[in-house]
């Protein structure tokens, strides 16, 4: 089997997000239509950082669920990230609202799979497994002081940590 495997599109960077959805999603579209390799895999693995804006990141989703018979996706750092007060205040300053926002957009395309805490999903006798960003989310809140103070996740990731359920 033949896959295909993108990762840090960050296409906030190269596509304003101001202006009306309508438009914002045709330039998205247009930006990810070049991105299409001439002959397609039957898999495309999207190993994160899409864009910081949930609804950017599920148009970039859709458009590829159009092209491939299955997609896997991998959350990764800028897909937590809370870069204003605006997405601050939209998802109660936690990055884990921001995460379940998306995961709720993407349960609409069927042929997308989110990669999370290494739970194997197979596939046409294949079996891939992820989990997001370089670092355990549960040690990110617990040892502040692990990472270096001065990272950008320490400005940006809020993590709410949450009681196991047994």
């Known amino acids: 089997m033949n896959i295909d495997y993108m990762s840090d599109l960050h296409l ?3 596509i304003d997000p101001e202006g009306n959805q309508e438009n914002y999603t045709a330039k998205t579209r247009a930006f990810l239509q070049k ?3 001439e002959n397609l895999s039957e898999v495309l693995v999207l190993a994160g950082d899409i ?6 990141s599920f148009d970039t989703l859709h458009f590829f669920s ?3 018979k299955q997609i896997f996706f991998v959350f990764g750092n800028h897909d937590y990230y809370l870069i204003s007060k605006k997405q601050r205040r939209k998802y109660h300053e936690t990055s884990n609202e921001r995460e379940k926002e998306l995961l709720e957009m993407v349960t609409a395309l069927h042929n997308v799979h989110v990669l999370r805490d290494f739970a194997v999903f197979t596939y046409n006798s294949i079996r891939f497994a992820g989990s997001t960003s370089w670092y355990p989310l549960e040690t990110f809140e617990q040892q502040p002081g692990y990472y270096n103070p001065l990272l950008t996740e320490n400005r940006l990731v809020h993590i ?3 009681e196991p359920i047994c």
């Not at 864009?51 to 950017?56: C, T, V």
């Open 35 to 37: 991105l299409l390799p």
């Open 160 to 162: 709410q940590m949450y």
């Open 12 to 14: 906030d960077f190269y």
């Open 51 to 56: 864009s910081h804006f949930n609804q950017q």
């Open 66 to 68: 159009e092209h491939y």
